[in-house]
């Protein structure tokens, strides 16, 4: 069965950290990819997306991920952190086009101390 | 643009009875809707996809009798939970697709007592 594995549960970082939370997927077909972010008591937001093309994919708020894959991998990274990132992260994967099920890994929890 | 909506956004109920969510997608049309749910400090579990005239296609494991959806209009798709218990309480979120991204709903949080 297809999988998403995001291997930081949690994460903490102080300001000005740099950050990269792991998300790797199972399956071996076309992908589409995606990085959300829910910050406390708020709903999914969405930080970036991959359908194809430059597999370095820029975001919103100095986000950005890489698609490698070979490694079936779209990490996300971030140079320099604010408190305001302290959030869930959640990498999302659908297949076949794109019009199929979202499946999403477990998040990481990123807390960021000032 | 895509904005996908709610309602109610939390709702206590008492136990045997029956609780109905809505989700409008608000200046799109959306022929497929998914339902999730997310239990506390978990990830989203994909409960079924709403498709707009027909029969919603349940994930493993989630009962299609407890858990009715009905997709009626390309912008509004229900989820009615029935003789909902207190194990049924939890997060419930909506998401609307369009093209190859879905738009997600705020959520609504069911406690039932």
């Known amino acids: 069965a297809q999988s998403v594995s995001q291997h930081n549960h949690h994460v903490i970082l102080s300001e000005a950290a740099s950050l990269e939370l792991g998300c790797n997927y199972s399956?071996?077909?076309?992908?589409?990819l995606f990085w959300y972010v829910q910050y406390p008591g708020q709903h999914l937001q969405l930080l970036l997306k991959?359908?194809?093309?430059?597999?370095l994919v820029k975001g919103i708020k100095g986000f950005e991920a890489e698609f490698i894959k070979s490694k079936f991998s779209f990490n996300l990274r971030k140079p320099s952190v604010q408190w305001s990132d302290t959030a869930e992260y959640f990498c999302?994967?659908?297949?076949?086009?794109?019009?199929?099920?979202?499946?999403f890994g477990a998040g990481t929890r990123l807390a960021v101390h000032p | 643009g895509a904005v996908v909506s709610q309602h109610p956004s939390w709702v206590i109920c008492k136990s045997g009875t029956s609780v109905k969510i809505e989700c409008r997608s608000l200046?799109?049309?959306?022929?497929?809707m998914f339902w999730y749910r997310q239990f506390p400090k978990q990830s989203l579990m994909l409960m079924a996809t709403?498709?707009?005239?027909?029969?919603?296609?349940?994930e493993q494991g989630v009962e299609k009798d407890k858990f009715l959806i009905n997709h009626a209009s390309l912008t509004l798709s229900t989820l009615t939970v029935t003789s909902a218990h207190p194990e049924d309480s939890s997060f419930y979120i909506c998401?609307?697709?369009?093209?190859?991204?879905?738009?997600f709903g705020p959520g609504t949080r069911l406690t039932v007592l």
């Open positions: 998401s609307a697709r369009m093209e190859r991204e879905q738009f």
């Open positions: 399956y071996g077909g076309t992908v589409n």
């Open positions: 991959y359908f194809s093309g430059d597999p």
């Open positions: 999302a994967v659908n297949r076949d086009g794109g019009y199929n099920k979202l499946i």
């Open positions: 200046d799109f049309q959306a022929t497929t």
């Open positions: 709403s498709n707009e005239g027909s029969k919603a296609t349940y």
